[in-house]
T-cell receptor, first 113, second 111 residues
Framework: NAGVTQTPKFQVLKTGQSMTLQCAQDMNHNSMYWYRQDPGMGLRLIYY???????DKGEVPNGYNVSRLNKREFSLRLESAAPSQTSVYFC????????????FGPGTRLTVL | EDQVTQSPEALRLQEGESSSLNCSYT??????LFWYRQDPGKGPEFLFT???AGEEKEKERLKATLTKKESFLHITAPKPEDSATYLC????????????FGSGTKLNVKP
């Protein structure tokens, strides 16, 4: 039981490049989330998926797109990376077995030059 | 506007020196308040959920309490392994999928 996994762990991009961050959970959770964490700031919600087939914007969605591929997988795409998107990205999931509690992955550290 | 403020930003304690971390919140309607521990380079690890004022939860040297405006994380006789950043988050009643996080308290426990 791996919980929430994320790939890659680290990534360096040049301005304008695109990339997709991958997230998968094996806890049969319905809801999945993408957050970013910047120094001195709390985790901020980018997008979430309340259930398979649905996605909704969070607090800071600009510059990002998401895909809920199936119940297990939720990806985050940066179409044209900007230096302001340098951050640590966390995926989380929540489901019936966890109540209201979110469980987080290990994070992806992204640097945009 | 829903928001969460944690204080202090950083706290240095000697081993065995008890203290408390504060999380104050403003939310239209509180569904739940969560405490997480985050070690450097890792994702947040769940500690406690509190739902109503007066509720308390305990785990080893940690105890979390909740009032209508704030929550406290009490650390009794801390050890160096308790050093971490502690995050507080609130979940609003109007959308169970929206969670608001504070910026955390970085705790350093010296032996």
């Amino acid at each position: 039981n791996a919980g929430v996994t994320q790939t890659p762990k680290f990534q360096v991009l040049k301005t304008g490049q695109s990339m997709t961050l991958q997230c998968a959970q094996d806890m049969n959770h319905n809801s999945m989330y993408w957050y970013r964490q910047d120094p001195g700031m709390g985790l901020r919600l980018i997008y979430y998926s309340a259930s398979e087939g649905t996605t909704d914007k969070g607090e800071v969605p600009n510059g990002y797109n998401v895909s809920r591929l199936n119940k297990r997988e939720f990806s985050l795409r940066l179409e044209s990376a900007a230096p302001s998107q340098t951050s640590v990205y966390f995926c989380a999931s929540r489901g019936t077995s966890s109540g209201d509690t979110q469980y987080f992955g290990p994070g992806t550290r992204l640097t945009v030059l | 506007e829903d928001q969460v403020t944690q204080s202090p930003e950083a706290l240095r304690l000697q081993e065995g020196e008890s203290s408390s971390l504060n999380c104050s919140y403003t939310v239209s309607g509180l569904r739940g308040l969560f405490w997480y521990r985050q070690d450097p380079g890792k994702g947040p690890e769940f500690l406690f959920t509190l739902y109503s004022a007066g509720e308390e939860k305990e785990k080893e040297r940690l105890k979390a309490t909740l009032t209508k405006k704030e929550s406290f994380l009490h650390i009794t006789a801390p050890k160096p392994e308790d050093s971490a950043t502690y995050l507080c988050a609130v979940q609003a009643n109007d959308n169970f999928n929206k969670f608001y996080f504070g910026s955390g308290t970085k705790l350093n426990v010296k032996p």
